[in-house]
């Protein structure tokens, strides 16, 4: 299989969730063993030997994290919505398009210098990964990279992210 090749597991859908948007599913993907053992092989490829930690930013990023940090035999950590961890938790926020959100991490997820990996389904604006990176900041760690399934390119997320390297499996310009 090739990276071209798994654009054909990841189904659009038009006007989801509101009109104009096209959503990328990824559920496809998902269900098919070869083709979501292909996308979690190229990216956990990339990062063997390279970090201590992976974390996954909730929901989908919790399945293709966890995944990586099994091939990469090494910890997994979760990032959620506010409210959701049960434990001392440290907060970030960002901005939506109408609005502010916050995501949270416990406070004993990482433990510096560990050296993390950001992993989610879907790069678009970039508000959530850049959460992430600041909360991982704040525990004292050092994100390595942010990693996606996918990457909308034409929103602009990979320079929100900078100075921190992003890499994305399927990239879509438009």
Not at 74 to 94: D, M, N, Q
Not at 125 to 142: D, F, P, Q
Not at 168 to 174: A, G, H, I, Q, W
Request: contains cysteine; hydrophobic residues 45%; proline residues 6%.
């Amino acid at each position: 299989m090739t990276v071209e090749e798994l654009r054909r597991f990841i189904r659009e859908i038009p006007d989801f969730p509101k009109p104009g948007i096209v959503f990328k599913d990824i559920t496809p993907l998902l269900a098919d063993g070869p083709a979501f053992a292909f996308a979690v092989d190229r990216i956990s490829e990339r990062y063997r030997g390279k970090v201590d930690k992976v974390l996954g930013i909730e929901s989908r990023g919790f399945i293709l994290g966890a995944a990586v940090a099994y091939a990469l035999r090494c910890g997994f950590a979760i990032v959620r919505k506010a409210g959701k961890l049960p434990h001392e938790t440290l907060r970030a926020s960002y901005e939506l398009e109408y609005g502010v959100d916050s995501l949270e991490i416990h406070r004993d997820a990482l433990h510096p210098p560990e050296r993390v990996l950001v992993v989610d389904d879907l790069l678009a604006t970039g508000g959530t990964a850049r959460a992430t990176v600041e909360l991982v900041e704040k525990l004292g760690s050092r994100v390595v990279e942010c990693a996606f399934l996918v990457e909308l390119g034409a929103l602009g997320g990979r320079r929100k992210l900078e100075p921190v390297p992003v890499f994305s499996l399927v990239r879509y310009e438009k």
